[in-house]
């Protein structure tokens, strides 16, 4: 009945409750050919496929629009009967940057979940095994199937944010520890992940605060699903909290980051004037003595090269003690608090 998918991220999710119909599932209608059906799945449907479901399950037509219409921005809205939410969903994978570009709709029935994921067929979220599986809701009805796919979603925000924090600390004890010099691409996409998933995490804890009472109409047959979803709305305004001060705190390690760049940068030019200082000491010598006057110091005695040379050398060594006590030269002293 529904197609083997590869493992996916999604983009966006839209889910939608209309107005209760009983569809019996014997019907001969294509999405629902399985005995005790509470979900059905549409994965890249065509304007003819989508205009055929809004008619058998009484659709408003925004709402085809919208399925039609790409990405769509956080947002819950109500017309007719039907409540739409918008949500982001991000996911990291792998090293770089979160990003996902697969829409995700539910359309909410009394008898039926309709399932509609829109992006690249290899990034599609494996919701038949999702539904499948056994777990603390058991998929008996729509909106038990609603709340697994949404636990879902809060779920892997609370593990990303997690996982965020992980390398938040990870970053703070580069940035602090003088003898590490720290990857500033590190730190940057750091700074573009937590960004994404600060909107997307908003985001999802506005629509889902937005949804709460109509929320609460759709479960009156199953009230011991309210605290379900109550626990969802909890985790996503924490998850939203902690990105917000992770941000914050990101915000504290660039800073720190750059004020060492620049102190690296203030180093090296200590450093190079250092040197240029001490070349620049037999540089004058030689100078002056090359100018071939004849009663300059020692010019006229067998041994004067020898003194000068001494000269040149204890002046340098001078000067050298003297930048490396002050940090010029060698390894940088550490600051006394």
């Not at 494996?126 to 979603?153: R, T």
């Not at 605290?227 to 917000?244: C, I, K, S």
Request: with cysteine; proline share 5%.
């Amino acid at each position: 009945m529904w197609s083997e998918v590869n493992p996916v991220w999604f983009r966006t999710f839209a889910i939608y409750a209309s107005t209760m119909r009983f569809i019996p599932a014997s019907s001969d209608d294509p999405l629902l050919s399985a005995d005790r059906v509470h979900w059905c799945r549409l994965v890249n449907p065509t304007r003819a496929e989508l205009d055929a479901a809004r008619e058998r399950h009484g659709l408003h037509p925004l709402i085809v629009e919208d399925l039609l219409g790409g990405r769509q921005q956080p947002k819950a809205e109500r017309f007719d009967g039907h409540l739409s939410l918008f949500v982001w969903d991000v996911h990291r994978r792998g090293p770089g940057p979160a990003t996902t570009d697969v829409d995700l709709v539910l359309i909410l029935t009394a008898d039926v979940l309709l399932i509609v994921q829109r992006g690249d067929a290899e990034e599609v979220r494996p919701l038949d095994a999702l539904l499948a599986k056994a777990g603390p809701v058991p998929v008996d009805s729509p909106i038990s199937a609603a709340y697994c796919v949404l636990e879902a979603v809060v779920r892997d925000f609370v593990d990303l944010g997690t996982r965020v924090e992980t390398d938040l600390d990870e970053l703070e004890a580069e940035v602090f520890d003088s003898e590490v010099r720290e990857d500033y691409r590190k730190i940057y996409r750091l700074r573009q992940q937590i960004g994404r998933i600060d909107r997307a995490v908003r985001g999802l804890s506005h629509v889902l605060d937005e949804a709460h009472s109509d929320i609460q109409r759709a479960t009156a047959r199953q009230p011991e699903l309210r605290p379900y979803f109550r626990h969802l709305e909890n985790d996503a305004r924490g998850v939203a909290e902690l990105t917000a001060t992770e941000y914050a705190s990101l915000d504290a390690i660039v800073s720190s980051h750059e004020s060492n760049v620049a102190a690296r940068q203030n180093q090296d030019m200590r450093t190079i004037s250092a040197v240029a200082a001490l070349l620049a000491i037999p540089t004058v010598i030689a100078g002056i003595y090359g100018m071939n006057f004849k009663n300059l110091p020692l010019v006229q005695w067998e041994g004067g090269w020898i003194v000068i040379g001494v000269l040149l050398a204890v002046v340098d060594l001078g000067a050298y003690l003297m930048f490396r006590r002050r940090g010029w030269l060698g390894p940088e002293r550490p600051s006394q608090e």
